[in-house]
């Protein structure tokens, strides 16, 4: 894979960077507190490295979390493994997210193709997939949704983008078609299966809420513990439904989107 440019970090923390904001301490977040989407841990571990005194993490600058950035997360993933456009940010936002191993699990079982709009895709479709099976998806299922639609549709542009051999007005409208010939066919796609999805819910038997023996279920909400309150109540059926509503609103995040790139 061609390396990116020394300025494609900045380039990708800043799309990175717009998911992660300022302060935090979310009470289901395992991570705690966070500052610039930096946990006190790693925070800690950072300053440990450097041979530098544990600080409170509010304390911590903006430089200073670029730096993190930079050393824990850009250097393992774009840096080591050369990576290409578009498929930098993919695997570097998912290593931010979820870790550098997974970040780097996805990307290994997603390269193959020359198209490398297609590993960026694959990427960010595998990260998905693992977000939604943890407990937490409960509570930031929509955030990450939306982030991981945003992420792939800014990769897959970055990669179109290198692809296109040529410089000049000619190149950029080649880039721009390619981008937009990709936008519509996932809006099509991803229609689609949020669209057969949905039916194969009601299908279930689950209709607009999910519902078994006078208990209604929140697909937003379920959880290990639902899982077992629905298997005595209603079976696999309702199982199954939740998980392709869960999908579905995924999909349709995805589809949202793409048709902001299609403009």
């Not at 992420?151 to 078609?177: C, D, F, N, P």
Request: aromatic residues 8%; contains cysteine.
């Amino acid at each position: 894979m061609s390396i990116s440019k020394p300025d494609r970090f900045t380039t990708c923390h800043a799309t990175t960077a717009k998911w992660e904001g300022g302060w935090s301490n979310h009470s289901a977040d395992p991570g705690g507190k966070t500052m610039y989407g930096v946990t006190e841990a790693t925070y800690h571990a950072w300053l440990a490295k450097r041979k530098l005194s544990a600080k409170p993490l509010k304390t911590i600058t903006y430089a200073e979390a670029l730096r993190l950035y930079k050393d824990e997360y850009w250097q393992p993933t774009a840096v080591m493994y050369n990576l290409f456009p578009g498929v930098d940010l993919a695997v570097y936002d998912a290593a931010v997210n979820s870790g550098v191993s997974r970040g780097l699990k996805w990307l290994k079982a997603s390269v193959g193709s020359s198209d490398h709009t297609l590993t960026a895709r694959a990427v960010c479709r595998k990260r998905l997939s693992y977000m939604q099976s943890l407990k937490i998806w409960k509570t930031f299922g929509k955030g990450w949704s939306n982030r991981v639609a945003d992420i792939e549709v800014k990769a897959v542009a970055m990669a179109a983008e290198a692809m296109t051999k040529g410089a000049g007005e000619a190149a950029r409208q080649r880039t721009a078609q390619k981008v937009k010939e990709i936008a519509r066919r996932e809006i099509a796609d991803g229609a689609d299966e949020a669209a057969f999805k949905q039916k194969a819910a009601a299908a279930s038997g689950t209709g607009g809420s999910l519902t078994g023996g006078g208990v209604a279920i929140d697909p937003a909400s379920f959880d290990m513990v639902t899982s077992w309150i629905v298997g005595g109540v209603a079976g696999a059926a309702v199982l199954i439904a939740i998980v392709l509503i869960v999908q579905s609103r995924a999909a349709n995040a995805r589809v949202e989107a793409y048709r902001k790139a299609a403009v």
